[in-house]
């Protein structure tokens, strides 16, 4: 998918708000290594260095687009971004530290990508993970709707997803056994979002997008306008202009034995 870094970062301090979460869960720890896989526009790899001063940070995503916008945030700052899937990526050695924010949801087969990824871990090294588990809410919910009800439906429906992610006692019982510690949790935020149709602009950054990307122009001012008023419906716009946007998310933070 060719990510859009604009519309990604339309939202980007209640984006932030997890990886600021997930970055203070993080045990005190000293790393040589340290990898953000599916970097982005590397904000939240540059927060990761000014922890680590003295570690190796590497930013790995496969958008050329989202690493050239990080490249061009980076001020002497000595961190290195690396072009290639986090599903391929193998580090040279084990690291010290695995970060990943709202990356590895876009991944399917998680009890195999999970499992190659603590491979890549160092032993008494940290893996530390943030997915969106919001994919029964109707922000997400209603794009399969808007595509089961219209002409696009043959051509769209092969682009639905289930939801990716899954309950947290899954990931406990994949990690236990691998871990020194382990920590999994879950965070509702309460977005306070503004402007017209915030929740469509949200999802058109992330998981509608793809949807999007598959229609001609006619066909996606149509599709947008149709999610719009479903969305619309499901979180009305305040009194005051705000809208209100509920968003869960998982956090999952372990040293591994």
Not at 42 to 54: F, I, K, N
Request: aromatic share 10%; hydrophobic share 40%.
């Amino acid at each position: 998918m060719a990510w859009n870094p604009d519309q990604y970062l339309r939202f980007a301090q209640p984006r932030l708000r997890p990886a600021l979460d997930l970055i203070s869960h993080i045990p005190p720890v000293t790393p040589t290594t340290v990898f953000d896989l599916g970097c982005g526009t590397g904000h939240v790899t540059r927060l990761l260095a000014e922890r680590w001063p003295d570690a190796t940070i590497t930013g790995v995503d496969d958008s050329v687009d989202m690493l050239a916008k990080a490249a061009a945030g980076t001020g002497g700052d000595g961190i290195a971004w690396t072009a290639t899937s986090v599903a391929k990526w193998r580090p040279e050695r084990p690291a010290d530290v695995v970060f990943s924010n709202a990356a590895l949801h876009w991944l399917p087969d998680h009890e195999r990508l999970f499992t190659q990824l603590l491979e890549s871990v160092a032993a008494g090294g940290v893996f530390a993970v943030q997915m969106p588990r919001n994919f029964g809410a109707p922000s997400h919910t209603a794009i399969a709707e808007t595509v089961h009800a219209g002409p696009w439906r043959a051509q769209l429906e092969p682009l639905l997803r289930p939801s990716p992610v899954q309950e947290p006692g899954w990931y406990h019982a994949l990690l236990k056994p691998l871990a020194r510690s382990l920590d999994i949790w879950e965070t509702e935020y309460l977005h306070v979002l503004e402007g017209d149709d915030p929740v469509k602009e949200w999802t058109k950054g992330t998981w509608l997008k793809p949807v999007l990307d598959a229609l001609d122009d006619s066909q996606c001012a149509d599709f947008e306008r149709e999610y719009s008023a479903r969305v619309a419906r499901a979180y009305p716009k305040l009194d005051d202009g705000t809208t209100l946007f509920p968003f869960r998310r998982l956090f999952m933070v372990m040293v591994k034995l």
